[in-house]
């Protein structure tokens, strides 16, 4: 089996590790990859990990190109894939959607689509857009039912497979809130839902007035980030809190964190959240119905109704009671550990792709 993934830069810098692992897991199976990714990303990004999956073919290409354009890039990657043909491709990214349309239709392959937001799950009606006439999606991979059900109320139910992103499990958890008085939560999102931040912003800033030692990690990587840190400077709260870039890009940071606080629904899964509650980092989020894996756990640990003093209440008593916010963190590990396994994405990735080679109809197992 030869499978060759389609990865844009988006997804390439947000999941570097998460489809390293991927590959490492089928490669250990006996699969070939080939993973073709773009030309524009920064070269000491692209190469983070890449001495652990030397094995597996890089082909570079332009995402973007002029319409008269597209059959050179074309003929481009099919000559480095001369020697050995993929069996199936797979398109991770929406700008990865063409290229991968243009193989799986010169190639006469499959053609797979990762669905990994609620968002690109509401565009797919839209999707034909950019294939080539005469391709057709054999299967879209939601990874949780939450998305899953979004996803299928846009394409054909029978084409929605759900294969839940995989992470490791450290063997020990880490046990969190030793100093509730310095603890170090992290606040993760789209900041697209400006509102949701400052209702979150206000309860903590009442939490502070207590916990003076608290620090708080911001990542700011949307539309409405300038609007969120002019928030925190207009509640005093710059001396406590820190701002970073993508998340993917401080898993140490954020692993080490206390809890994980996620104020706005993004409808978004993302590895660096399950990376966090695999070594028993509480997650404390607005109710999102995408994100199923969090109501598994204690209701309490999400807020259907998030104002300033609901999410001033939840906070303290995260640093209150300590114990009850390690219960938590060991809930969400056992979630990760039971669904969310490495080892079990590319089995079940290989299940797959054995079944739209073949040309049978998806089965969806037990997750």
Request: aromatic residues 4%.
């Amino acid at each position: 089996m030869h499978l060759a993934i389609v990865i844009d830069d988006e997804r390439l810098e947000q999941e570097q590790s998460l489809l390293h692992r991927l590959c490492i897991g089928l490669m250990s199976d006996g699969v070939q990859v080939t993973r073709i990714v773009p030309d524009s990303i920064q070269q000491e990004r692209i190469d983070q990990g890449e001495q652990r999956i030397a094995l597996a073919a890089r082909v570079q290409t332009s995402l973007r190109v002029l319409p008269w354009m597209r059959a050179n890039r074309l003929a481009k990657l099919l000559g480095s894939m001369e020697r050995s043909q993929p069996d199936v491709i797979y398109a991770v990214g929406t700008k990865a959607w063409t290229i991968a349309g243009d193989l799986a239709h010169a190639l006469d392959r499959p053609l797979l689509i990762d669905v990994w937001s609620v968002s690109v799950a509401e565009s797919m009606r839209h999707v034909s857009s950019h294939l080539p006439s005469g391709v057709a999606v054999a299967g879209f991979i939601a990874p949780c039912d939450g998305i899953a059900n979004v996803l299928r109320q846009r394409v054909d139910p029978a084409l929605v497979a759900v294969i839940p992103m995989g992470v490791p499990v450290p063997a020990q958890v880490r046990p969190v809130m030793r100093n509730p008085d310095a603890a170090c939560l992290a606040m993760l999102g789209r900041c697209r839902d400006v509102a949701a931040y400052q209702s979150l912003l206000a309860g903590l800033s009442r939490v502070l007035k207590q916990f003076r030692g608290v620090q708080l990690v911001i990542e700011l990587r949307g539309p409405g980030e300038h609007e969120i840190w002019r928030e925190a400077e207009r509640l005093e709260l710059l001396g406590a809190v820190s701002a970073i870039g993508s998340a993917s890009l401080y898993r140490d940071l954020l692993v080490g964190c206390d809890a994980i606080v996620m104020p706005e629904v993004g409808g978004e899964l993302r590895s660096i959240m399950l990376e966090c509650m695999a070594s028993g980092v509480p997650i404390v989020a607005n109710e999102d119905a995408a994100l199923n894996m969090l109501a598994a756990g204690d209701l309490s640990a999400t807020v259907a109704a998030p104002g300033p003093e609901a999410w001033a209440t939840l906070l303290s008593r995260l640093l209150q009671e300590p114990e009850w916010t390690r219960s938590l963190g060991q809930q969400v590990r056992s979630i990760v550990n039971d669904q969310h396994r490495s080892s079990r994405h590319a089995e079940r990735m290989i299940s797959l792709m054995d079944q739209v080679k073949t040309g049978g109809s998806l089965r969806f197992d037990a997750v």
